[in-house]
């Protein structure tokens, strides 16, 4: 079946430093994968995604490179802020519409 | 309304007691998701509609669990007899159509004491 490893956290970082939470990926076929972020007290966010091999999806200074050689669909940022302290959830769909997410990864932005 | 309302916020339930967990789409929205998210977990599938038709309900995790959307627009998850394992967030969500860009609420805790 479909499953998605993330790196485990919680991370903590201070402002301007780079980001990288690792997602690695077990389809069946050839799936779209994504990035979901949950700010504290909010609902879920679709934050990037990507739907054939090669591809990158960006949003927010955020980038992610659709790996098919190496299953992995890692999220990265440059330079991260305090207002990027949420929890992160790495996703992929095989389908139009089932969702199979990671655990999620807390990251944590010191000033 | 601008987007997924959820209700109610917090619920907490005597084990053995039915609940009924409401979701209000986006206006027009075709496609709906219900979600459910233990504590330190990600959110694991339970049922899909598109309109008022189930389409998908194979991640409910017992006949416990029911769900409807009569209408193609108000989705209610009920869940008679809860169990303390049923404690969690049920997260709804919507989209025009599928390709994994919905739009999730903010989510229903459901505690079971």
């Known amino acids: 079946g479909n499953s998605v490893t993330q790196m485990e956290g919680p991370v903590t970082l201070s402002e301007e430093a780079f980001l990288t939470i690792n997602c690695t990926y077990t389809a069946t076929g050839y799936p779209s994968l994504f990035w979901y972020v949950q700010y504290p007290g909010e609902g879920l966010q679709l934050l990037l995604k990507a739907t054939k091999a090669d591809d990158k999806g960006s949003n927010k200074g955020f980038e992610a490179t659709y790996r098919k050689e190496t299953t992995s669909f890692h999220l990265e940022k440059g330079s991260v802020q305090v207002s990027d302290s949420a929890v992160y959830f790495c996703?992929?769909?095989?389908?139009?519409?089932?969702?199979?997410f990671g655990a999620g990864t807390t990251v944590t932005v010191r000033a | 309304g601008a987007g997924v309302s959820q209700s109610p916020r917090y619920k907490v339930a005597k084990r053995g007691q039915d609940v009924a967990l409401r979701c209000d789409p986006i206006s027009g929205h075709v496609s709906l998701f219900w979600y459910q998210q233990a504590l330190g977990q990600g959110p694991e599938f339970l049922t899909y509609f598109q309109n008022e038709a189930q389409l998908d309900k194979s991640g409910l995790p017992s006949d416990r669990f029911f769900a409807e959307r009569p209408e193609g627009s108000v989705s209610t998850l009920k869940i008679q007899r809860t169990q303390q394992e049923d404690s969690a967030v049920y997260l709804c969500a919507s989209s025009l159509a599928g390709t994994g860009g919905y739009t999730f609420g903010s989510g229903t805790r459901l505690t079971v004491v």
């Open positions: 996703a992929l769909s095989e389908s139009d519409y089932k969702l199979s």
